[in-house]
Structures are given as C-alpha cells and as structure tokens.
C-alpha cells in the first residue's frame, strides 16, 4: 500500500514527543483558570497523560514518499500533535514511526 493524504495510520510517539505533549499539557491545565477568565482565544491541550510507545491514530496530511509522511496525531484530548517527516516503521514497535493498522481477523 501507498499512503495518501487523508489516510488514517498507525503513530508510535517516542520520549521526546510524549514529553513535548505531557508538557503542553500541564501548562494548559497550570493556566486553564486564566484562560477561563481572559478567553484569549487559545486552544486548551487538556487530555490523557501520553508516554513514549503509545500508540496513536495519525491523519497524513502529506506525503513525500513510499514511506515518509507528515501528519496530525489524533490525541485523547482536546488537542493533536503534528509529526513532519515520519518513515514507516521496520518494526512496529519503533517510536517516531508510523505503520499500517493491523487488519482484523472475524
């Protein structure tokens, strides 16, 4: 299979990218009574805590090769993590990596 834009894959977020998250996340939750106040407008990254290897559904937004892609990963919260220049995981347990979602068995 060839990834397109639109297409629905599996993402393996890696340490950095869980911290990045976790991260954004405990800031939006430190000044969520501000933003309640001020409604500036800003979008709230509220959700689940993320950690490295949880897997992910990613949305591919583009595409540069067989195997190397961009995407929005869809994150239990209110927010999505955007990865540029993803390959496509060898195993599919490598963080950083995307892959093709198993197909069930009936």
Same mark, same amino acid.
Do not use: Y
């Given at each position: 299979m060839k990834? =397109?834009i639109?297409?629905i894959?599996h993402y393996r977020l890696s %340490?950095?990218e869980a911290?990045?998250?976790?991260e954004?996340r405990?800031h %939006?939750?430190h000044?969520?009574?501000r933003m309640?106040v001020?409604?500036?407008g800003?979008?709230?990254?509220?959700?689940?805590?993320v950690?490295? &290897?949880d897997l992910?559904?990613?949305?591919? #937004?583009?595409v540069w090769?067989?195997?190397?892609?961009?995407g929005?990963?869809?994150?239990?919260? #209110?927010? #999505?993590? @955007?990865t540029t220049?993803?390959?496509l995981?060898?195993?599919?347990?490598? /963080? &950083?990596?995307w =892959? @093709? /979602?198993?197909?069930?068995?009936?």
């Open positions: 990834p =397109s639109g297409r894959v %340490a950095e911290a990045q998250i976790n954004r405990a %939006a939750r000044n969520l009574d309640r001020d409604k500036p800003f979008q709230a990254h509220l959700g689940n805590a950690k490295a &290897g992910v559904a990613m949305v591919v #937004t583009a090769s067989d195997i190397c892609v961009n929005q990963c869809l994150l239990d919260g #209110t927010d #999505t993590f @955007w220049s993803r390959m995981a060898v195993a599919d347990d490598t /963080p &950083g990596h =892959s @093709w /979602p198993k197909r069930e068995e009936a």
